[in-house]
């Protein structure tokens, strides 16, 4: 069965400094990814998705991902963390062979930016 | 501007009631999505619809009903069976899936209390 384990339930980085999510997926064949954020009380906004192609993918926001096949991996990444990025991300997969547009969810990953 | 709309944002009721979460989309997307989000747990499909006056139970149906009379709206109904119905439910939506998952796009969510 298709799964998506986001290993660090909580994280803390300083204003300014890098981040970088862990997202891990178990899926047979070339999956489709996404990433999504959410504020508190509030929906999803999509901040990237991977469908083929190049293999790091730039989203809105200043975020980017890379899809590691090797090690079914799509760690998303920000080089310079604005307060404003204190939310949960999301990291979802999409199965390719369904047609059914279901897709499966992480359990999420909440961010904390220090000042 | 293009979206999904919720309503309420907030919602009570006494538990033995049945109530009715809206939904609505002026995206013109062919597919719909409930989700019901609980802390630590991701977001879990209750229900998801690809086409008018048809429906699928997702991995938690169990104690909610839906329905799809038009392409714009899909109301999902929690019944007094729903034994803890307590939860924040979001509603998506995605353009048809054809050979391919595509990205879903969120409602701000309805936030349930039962008591």
């Known amino acids: 069965a298709q799964s998506v384990t986001q290993p660090d339930i909580h994280i803390t980085v300083s204003e300014g400094a890098s981040l970088e999510l862990r997202c891990n997926y178990s899926y047979g064949a070339t999956p489709y990814l996404f990433w999504y954020v959410q504020s508190p009380g509030q929906g999803l906004q999509l901040l990237l998705k991977?469908?083929?192609?190049?293999?790091l993918v730039q989203g809105i926001k200043g975020f980017e991902a890379e899809f590691k096949r090797s090690q079914s991996s799509f760690n998303l990444r920000k080089p310079s963390v604005h307060w404003s990025d204190a939310a949960e991300y999301f990291c979802?997969?999409?199965?390719?062979?369904?047609?059914?547009?279901?897709?499966?969810f992480g359990q999420g990953t909440t961010l904390q930016v220090k000042p | 501007d293009g979206g999904i709309t919720q309503s309420p944002k907030y919602l009570f009721r006494k538990e033995g009631q049945n109530v009715t979460l809206s939904c609505e989309q002026n995206?013109?997307?062919?597919?719909m999505y409930w989700y019901r989000q609980d802390p630590g747990q991701g977001l879990r499909l209750i229900y998801y619809?690809?086409?008018?006056?048809?429906?699928q139970k997702g991995d938690i149906a169990e104690g909610y009903s839906v329905s799809r009379e038009k392409k714009e709206s899909f109301p999902l109904t929690v019944t007094s069976a729903q034994k803890n119905p307590t939860a924040f439910y979001l509603c998506?939506?995605?353009?048809?899936?054809?050979?391919?998952?595509?990205?879903?796009?969120f409602g701000p969510g309805t936030r349930l209390t039962v008591t």
């Open positions: 991977y469908f083929s192609g190049d293999t």
């Open positions: 998506a939506s995605s353009i048809t899936p054809t050979r391919r998952p595509y990205e879903q796009y």
């Open positions: 979802a997969v999409g199965p390719g062979s369904s047609n059914t547009g279901k897709l499966i």
């Open positions: 619809s690809q086409i008018v006056n048809d429906f």
């Open positions: 995206l013109n997307h062919d597919a």
